[in-house]
């Protein structure tokens, strides 16, 4: 089986080419992604400790998923598409901001992206991916935002970073 691409941009977000994920992680070249944030009815977000086994950042918390858009899809269909693939369910979702992060692991990848912010709203339980997802919990942005400050080991590098820069534009529009 292939390997899945990244899409690598400039700091326009301008596409420059094609290069397998991990080969663009050992480089730390800028490329494409997409984090998803999907909220409840009383404004509690998704979070999803991502599984054991993934290549970086393992048991992690962070954002309800994320990942990278394949060649000619739409963040939206992109957003869409992991969201099913990690959590089990679709919801519609709407762009809200975008910005470049750069983040070296212990393992010797980084991750250099142009992070493409969406979010959604959703009530039901998730039928979540083990492969993709150890766990899932409902956390309030202010009970997240404390979390962080106590315990940043247990994030995800790319989600401070949208809790420090980001914060308010990360809340759902009620």
């Not at 094609?18 to 992604?33: F, Q, S, T, V």
């Amino acid at each position: 089986m292939k390997e899945e691409e990244v899409i690598l941009v400039n700091e326009k977000d301008e596409k420059i080419g094609l290069m397998p994920k991990m080969e663009a992680h050992e480089k730390a070249l800028l490329h494409r992604a997409f984090s998803v944030f999907v909220f409840n009815d009383q404004n509690e977000l998704m979070l999803q400790q991502r599984a054991l086994g993934k290549y970086h950042t393992p048991g992690l918390w962070t954002n309800t998923c994320c990942s990278h858009q394949r060649d000619g899809e739409s963040n939206l269909e992109a957003g869409k598409r992991r969201l099913q693939e990690e959590m089990g369910f679709v919801v519609e979702l709407e762009e809200s901001i975008s910005f470049i992060y750069k983040a070296p692991f212990d393992n010797g990848l980084t991750e250099h992206e142009y992070d493409h912010i969406m979010l959604g709203t959703y009530n039901g339980e998730p039928n979540i991916n083990p492969d993709e997802v150890e766990s899932w919990k409902w956390m309030s942005l202010e009970a997240v935002k404390k979390d962080i400050e106590v315990q940043p080991e247990i994030y995800t590098a790319w989600f401070k970073v949208i809790f420090d820069k980001f914060y308010d534009n990360i809340k759902i529009n009620s």
